[in-house]
């Protein structure tokens, strides 16, 4: 008897854990998510000032998703191993990316632009990838592949069209992250735990 009740303390102890992590996730998705919606306001509230700290605000947007894409690669064992690496690496590139923002911030926007150009694309194929894995399934695939098309095109416009005003580049950026942050919020709440 004794044998059987203490098998099942761990048991229970693994699956408590099990909640918290997967509740854990979520916040820091919900996090993630807020964080894009609101630094895009504030990048279309003041586009004067985003051109001087524009290096800074979307290194600590990349060191912010880099850190989530890692902890979710580590943490979510419902995900397919593929899965879980790709978000690995590309969480790893969007950290490194975020320091190479953060530490140049009077290099070239340019160059910063550049990197955040390659940093969308490198997320949308993600998250194309995501969405066509076992991670989603019906409409939240379709939203998730919606997000994916739209970093991926994003970067792409970065990339091709460097030579816009940085003016519009603010502007396009803002919008971009209030988009793809309200996205991503839906996409948190619809997969939300119900204990979380």
């Known amino acids: 008897m004794s044998e059987t009740v203490s098998n099942q303390a761990p048991l229970g102890h693994s699956w408590l854990d099990e909640r918290r992590t997967e ?7 919900v996090a993630g998510a807020a964080t894009s919606v609101v630094l895009g306001i504030m990048v279309l509230a003041w586009p004067e000032a985003t051109l001087l700290v524009g290096a800074a605000v979307f290194g600590i947007w990349l060191l912010v998703h880099g850190i989530i894409r890692i902890i979710n690669a580590v943490t979510a064992t419902s ?13 790893v590139l969007f950290v490194l990316a975020g320091v190479f923002c953060v530490r140049n911030i009077l290099l070239s926007l340019v160059a910063v632009a550049t990197v955040i150009g390659a940093s969308w694309i490198i997320g949308g194929i993600a998250e194309l ?3 066509f894995g076992n991670q989603y399934d019906g409409r ?13 095109l994003g970067g792409l416009v970065i990339l091709i069209w460097p030579g816009p005003s940085l003016a519009t580049l603010v502007y396009l950026t803002g919008i971009w992250l209030i988009v793809t942050g309200a996205i991503q919020l839906a996409l948190v709440i619809g997969t939300r735990p119900h204990h979380a």
């Open 79 to 91: 995900a397919d191993p593929a899965s879980r690496t790709l978000a690995g690496v590309i969480g």
């Open 23 to 29: 509740s854990m996730i979520w916040w820091l998705a």
């Open 140 to 152: 939240m695939r379709l939203v998730a592949a919606a997000l994916g098309i739209i970093l991926l």
């Open 129 to 131: 990838v995501t969405a």
